[in-house]
């Protein structure tokens, strides 16, 4: 199975943001759907954004006008996070596809919003 690595999470201030980045090595990025998911501590995966091969950017409600999914010639996908909250202390995920729970999930980037 294709594994994505994720990057750029950190601790940043509420109101601060983050830009993480989903890549591979050996998977052509760019001809795939990729899908961003977060996991808070002793909740489920929670699907945040998708991005397909078009370039079409779709975004779970909450994260409209927050968050914005994006992709390079470089086999990457980044999650620029704005404007971020204590909700948002998650481990975020990336992974080839739509979104499914059983999708092969990176090992995840930790975000942490906390002053």
């Known amino acids: 199975q294709v594994q994505l690595v994720e990057s750029g999470g950190g601790l940043v201030q509420p109101g601060g943001s983050l830009r993480l980045s989903c890549a591979a090595s050996?998977?052509?990025?760019?001809?795939?759907?990729i899908t961003w998911a977060r996991q808070s501590p002793g909740k489920g995966l929670e699907w945040v954004s998708t991005?397909?091969?078009?370039?079409?950017p779709y975004y779970a409600d909450s994260m409209k006008g927050r968050f914005t999914i994006s992709r390079d010639d470089a086999n990457t996908v980044y999650l620029q996070m704005n404007g971020l909250t204590p909700e948002d202390t998650a481990t975020y995920y990336c992974a080839p596809g739509p979104y499914r729970a059983s999708a092969p999930w990176g090992q995840g980037t930790q975000v942490t919003v906390s002053s």
């Open positions: 050996e998977f052509t990025i760019i001809s795939s759907a």
């Open positions: 991005i397909y091969s078009d370039g079409s």
